[in-house]
């Protein structure tokens, strides 16, 4: 089996172009490069390892590897019980850039977190999405909308 290195690359920045486009960022995708990993190493967090390898086995290689970069295996962060936590969780995650990147709205941080689940649906069959809603606590089922699994 040979790697193709060019071809990760390739599709991992269409993914990041894209996912910035999704978020109005073409011109930062820096930014929107912190926001999905932030998001994506949250869920990371609440999810079981299963469910996590059986999600980033249907996205790009480079973003497989943004998933799994520091990734403690089984090390759970607390109990992430709804958004509010969920949203504490992912900045976070961000770090000291949480306050560019989010701003002091959680407002802001729900949209971005509405939106990367509605954008993975292109990557992540509905049946990926559906396990990983159910095994999330009932005040986070709906950071992935109902409308995006019928979509």
Do not use: C
Not at 78 to 107: C, E, M
């Amino acid at each position: 089996m040979g790697f193709n290195f060019d071809q990760y690359i390739t599709e991992g920045n269409t993914f990041l172009n894209d996912y910035a486009k999704q978020l109005s960022m073409e011109n930062d995708k820096d930014r929107a490069g912190r926001i999905l990993t932030s998001i994506l190493h949250a869920l990371r967090d609440i999810v079981s390892p299963t469910e996590s390898l059986q999600l980033i086995a249907q996205l790009p290689m480079l973003i497989k590897a943004l998933y799994v970069n520091g990734w403690a295996i089984g090390k759970k962060r607390g109990r992430v019980k709804n958004l509010t936590d969920f949203i504490d969780l992912v900045k976070k995650q961000d770090g000291s850039a949480a306050i560019n990147d989010f701003g002091y709205n959680n407002d802001v941080a729900e949209n971005y977190i509405h939106t990367t689940f509605s954008f993975l649906k292109r990557y992540v069959s509905q049946g990926e999405l559906e396990d990983i809603r159910d095994v999330l606590p009932k005040g986070l089922k709906n950071i992935i909308p109902s409308h995006i699994m019928n979509a």
